[in-house]
């Protein structure tokens, strides 16, 4: 970026020097320094420019690419260590002085930022803002990749169909375009959506091709993404030894290339796949791991699902307390997060931890909320579930006709579940 100073009026003349010595003269950072510092040349400069609202240059500086092992740009490769504040300080100025392309970028930018946050109604609505701008624009490969993030949080929120939809188009938009980039990540996401359906053999072909195509592109974070989804759907099936190799090969490249999302969901992963084959106490070596990384860059959605899975390994130890104690903390995140689906789940775990310690009234009132929330999403799969848990609580306390009545409504439903496969 070139400076003249000689054009620079005397109020800017402090801040584009600042500019000048922090873009060309500043010594290199030292090479025990932290990923931040490597780059807070560039933070600074940014602000600098900012203050004499040259957005032009700002942008510049927000789209420099880095010499890192991802090679991402500026505002990208702080999201992929967890510098998720310092990424939103970047794009509200931007948002709020710029306009179309800019100003778009900005906007999916600060609402990736705040979906790893958990800040879920936020992400949707900066992201329909870009959206109505790319499509302004006609912003062809810019209008699917919001589709694509939109996607991602419609993930995050449980709406796995409005998810593939988005996918799908990122996905076709991507090819036709011959966006080899795009089309890497719609087919990741469209994965991980068939994944949140259910459908295994779905999820696989598409992390399978994604699998495929990163390694062609290049690009490790993308393979170590796909590693990762690979891992988790083959534990959901039971190849559990082929799962730890999964997350063990994406654990090294996160590792690698400092992605740390990447390293918490391996080591998250590798604990779920240990607690699986009953090594609860390796399990919570891993989940512990994660849970310091993910309370280091403050990620809740993370520090949520690493909660939960504590939770389970210290029950199957007979740590009740304990799990009490991670169950308690998981169901505040994911009510903070608005995020039903698993604040149900953790209810649900939550009760079947006080079942355990014998606590059979909290359980019933842990089922029963839990239950409530069920009922609402129309999961009849929890909803048969803790129909039974609560017949079962109510057996415990020896209330014969709750027990008896819970489980008649559960036997109604498998009935008009038979009727329904009978017609």
């Given at each position: ?9 005397t ?6 020097t ?9 010594d ?8 931040l510092?490597?780059?807070r ?6 602000n600098?420019?900012?203050k004499?609202q040259?957005?032009?240059a ?5 789209l ?6 991802t ?5 990208d ?32 930018g ?9 800040e879920?109604?936020k ?17 062809v490969?810019?209008i699917a ?7 991602i949080?419609?993930?995050s929120l ?7 939809q ?15 980039e ?6 990741g996401?469209?994965?991980n959506?068939?994944m949140?359906s259910?459908d ?6 598409y992390?399978?091709?994604?699998l ?7 690009d ?12 988790s ?21 996160a ?6 999302a ?7 992963n590798l ?9 609860c ?15 280091e860059?403050k990620?809740?959605?993370?520090q ?9 390994a ?9 799990a ?11 009510r ?5 689906r ?5 209810l ?8 355990c ?24 799969e ?14 415990a306390?020896?209330?014969y006709e ?7 409504q559960?036997?109604t ?9 009978k017609?």
């Amino acid at each position: 970026m070139k400076i003249n100073l000689d054009e620079v009026t005397t109020e800017q003349l402090a801040d584009y020097t600042a500019v000048e010595y922090y873009l060309t003269v500043e010594d290199d950072p030292p090479h025990d320094a932290t990923n931040l510092e490597k780059v807070r040349r560039y933070l600074e400069a940014f602000n600098h420019l900012s203050k004499v609202q040259n957005w032009e240059a700002s942008g510049k500086v927000l789209l420099t690419r880095l010499d890192t092992p991802t090679k991402q740009l500026l505002h990208d490769q702080l999201g992929t260590w967890g510098y998720y504040s310092e990424q939103v300080d970047l794009y509200e100025p931007l948002i709020k002085n710029c306009d179309f392309i800019l100003k778009a970028i900005a906007l999916n930018g600060i609402a990736m930022s705040y979906h790893a946050q958990g800040e879920y109604s936020k992400a949707i609505d900066y992201l329909k803002e870009a959206l109505g701008i790319r499509f302004n624009i006609f912003d062809v490969q810019g209008i699917a990749m919001t589709l694509g993030h939109l996607g991602i949080v419609y993930d995050s929120l449980g709406y796995s169909d409005t998810a593939i939809q988005c996918h799908q188009i990122h996905l076709n938009t991507a090819r036709n375009i011959q966006d080899r980039e795009g089309e890497t990540m719609a087919l990741g996401n469209l994965g991980n959506a068939y994944m949140t359906s259910g459908d295994s053999i779905k999820a696989i072909q598409y992390h399978h091709q994604h699998l495929l195509l990163a390694r062609e592109l290049q690009d490790p974070r993308g393979e170590g993404n796909a590693l990762g989804s690979l891992g988790s759907i083959y534990n959901s099936l039971v190849y559990s030894n082929s799962a730890i190799e999964y997350h063990q090969q994406r654990w090294l490249i996160a590792h690698k290339i400092q992605d740390r999302a990447g390293e918490i969901e391996a080591l998250n992963n590798l604990g779920l796949v240990y607690e699986s084959q009953g090594n609860c106490y390796k399990a919570i070596k891993y989940c512990e791991k994660a849970l310091l990384l993910a309370q280091e860059v403050k990620d809740p959605e993370f520090q949520g699902k690493i909660l939960a899975n504590l939770g389970t390994a210290y029950r199957k130890l007979g740590k009740y307390d304990k799990a009490i104690d991670c169950l308690k903390k998981c169901v505040n995140i994911k009510r903070k997060l608005q995020d039903n689906r698993g604040e149900g789940n953790a209810l649900k775990y939550l009760g079947i931890a006080y079942y355990c310690q014998r606590d059979y009234v909290k359980a019933i009132e842990n089922y029963q909320k839990s239950l409530s929330i069920v009922v609402k999403m129309q999961n009849n799969e929890a909803h048969e579930q803790l129909l039974i848990y609560l017949g079962m609580a109510y057996c415990a306390l020896e209330d014969y006709e709750k027990a008896i009545a819970y489980n008649q409504q559960y036997l109604t439903i498998v009935r008009e579940a038979i009727q329904q496969l009978k017609k």
